[in-house]
């Protein structure tokens, strides 16, 4: 099911227009910088090739996710960019089970590298980017497609969590 978009939200604040791909890659990166300049061991050596594995999974189920979701965007021709306005509400696919599988499929993959290349500093700066994303990102985004599709959107919004 598609709803086709009726309104216009406000501009988006700057934290928005970041991006949250931008944020988390920020936050990686410091990771792998802290992890490089202080070091921390992630687990001990015999658990180390348990967690690439997991890793491995989370970041391939994260980047499935994130394909699937974006395909979806591209096949109903509307915005991916959260400061822009939505022209459907998209309820298929992945979004079936979550308002918000980009993001999801961002924080799988971000946990998934940073168990792949050890990186506990960045495991320990992932709550940042998500509390962007809960503060600031994803409220707005609600708001612009409460805005833009008033009861249906309100209706997936009751139906559907915001993550799982």
């Not at 021709?77 to 308002?99: M, S």
């Not at 959107?153 to 559907?160: F, H, T």
């Amino acid at each position: 099911m598609v709803s086709e978009s009726r309104d216009v939200a406000p501009r988006a604040p700057w934290l928005v227009r970041s991006t949250s791909p931008v944020q988390c890659i920020a936050a990686f990166a410091a990771g792998a910088g802290l992890q490089h300049a202080l070091g921390l061991p992630l687990a001990p050596e015999s658990m180390r090739s348990a967690l690439h594995l997991t890793g491995t999974v989370l970041a391939d189920a994260g980047l499935v996710l994130a394909v699937w979701a974006f395909a979806l965007f591209v096949r109903r021709r509307t915005t991916i960019i959260p400061a822009h306005t939505p022209a459907q509400l998209i309820l298929r696919g992945p979004f079936r089970w979550t308002r918000n599988p980009i993001y999801l499929a961002q924080v799988l993959a971000y946990v998934g590298l940073a168990l792949m290349l050890d990186l506990p500093w960045a495991l320990l700066l992932l709550p940042l980017p998500v509390l962007a994303l809960q503060r600031a990102i994803i409220p707005f985004e609600e708001a612009r497609l409460h805005a833009c599709f008033g009861s249906d959107y309100a209706a997936y919004r009751a139906a559907v969590p915001r993550w799982l």
